[in-house]
């Protein structure tokens, strides 16, 4: 597959465990937060955002954690499964200004599920 | 299908020979925006565009060309690339700017030689 980065974050776990992948974020000005997920050979993919003015939001498996107090951004994945093996991102997202619309990502974590 | 098709998905080139890797959706999306993933920087953004005709530059402009004459397609061109674009670029959609929620085309993996 194609190789989306190096040095990156690793992360791995046994099928099943709940998975915590972090992200510490600069900018304090960003509207949204969203995770994406890249498997091997593909494009990113959208999973879940949160808004800036929330501090929690569940999906399917997943949930999406903000602090902004420590600027810090966490995915939860419940259960997870050997599918959910890929990279993950998060990214920033603004509501308006010069920057709207443009997502800015972060560099990445690695998941590993081992069967 | 909903998606977004790129193309080539592989190119190998020389250095100086133009060329363009095309963008399309079929989702009637207003945003498209095309970004470039290297390792250990992520992806970063060239060009976005908001609407037809309405193109705008991103982080990482330079040596690229966009062009937005119809919704559906969204090139981009580099007229005399370089080895500093050797890169795995994506095509993205989304329905209107500020939508989070972006597609992404499968990527296309450009080396210039």
């Known amino acids: 597959g194609e190789s989306v980065g190096l040095h990156l974050p690793t992360l791995s776990v046994q099928e099943g465990d709940n998975s915590i992948i972090n992200c510490a974020y600069s900018?304090?000005?960003?509207?949204?937060f969203i995770w994406y997920k890249q498997e091997s050979g593909k494009g990113p993919q959208f999973i879940i955002d949160?808004?800036?003015?929330?501090d929690k939001r569940q999906g399917q498996r997943v949930t999406v954690l903000l602090n902004k107090t420590v600027k810090h951004l966490s995915l939860q994945i419940a259960a997870t499964q050997p599918g959910d093996s890929a990279v993950y991102f998060c990214?920033?997202?603004?509501?308006?200004?010069?920057?709207?619309?443009?997502?800015?990502f972060g560099q990445g974590t690695i998941l590993t599920v081992h069967p | 299908e909903a998606q977004v098709t790129q193309n080539p998905r592989y190119l190998i080139t020389v250095t100086g020979k133009k060329l363009t890797v095309t963008c399309s959706q079929n989702?009637?999306?207003?945003?498209m925006s095309w970004y470039r993933q290297d390792p250990g920087l992520g992806l970063r953004q060239i060009y976005y565009?908001?609407?037809?005709?309405?193109?705008d530059k991103g982080d990482v402009p330079e040596g690229y060309k966009v062009s937005r004459k119809e919704k559906r397609n969204f090139p981009l061109i580099l007229e005399s690339p370089s080895p500093n674009q050797t890169s795995l670029y994506f095509c993205?959609?989304?329905?209107?700017?500020?939508?989070?929620?972006?597609?992404f085309g499968q990527g296309t993996r450009l080396t210039v030689v």
């Open positions: 949160i808004r800036s003015n929330m």
């Open positions: 993205a959609s989304s329905l209107s700017v500020g939508d989070t929620e972006a597609f």
């Open positions: 900018n304090s000005a960003s509207d949204y």
């Open positions: 565009s908001m609407n037809v005709e309405v193109t």
């Open positions: 990214a920033e997202a603004y509501a308006g200004g010069t920057s709207y619309g443009k997502l800015t």
């Open positions: 989702m009637n999306h207003e945003y």
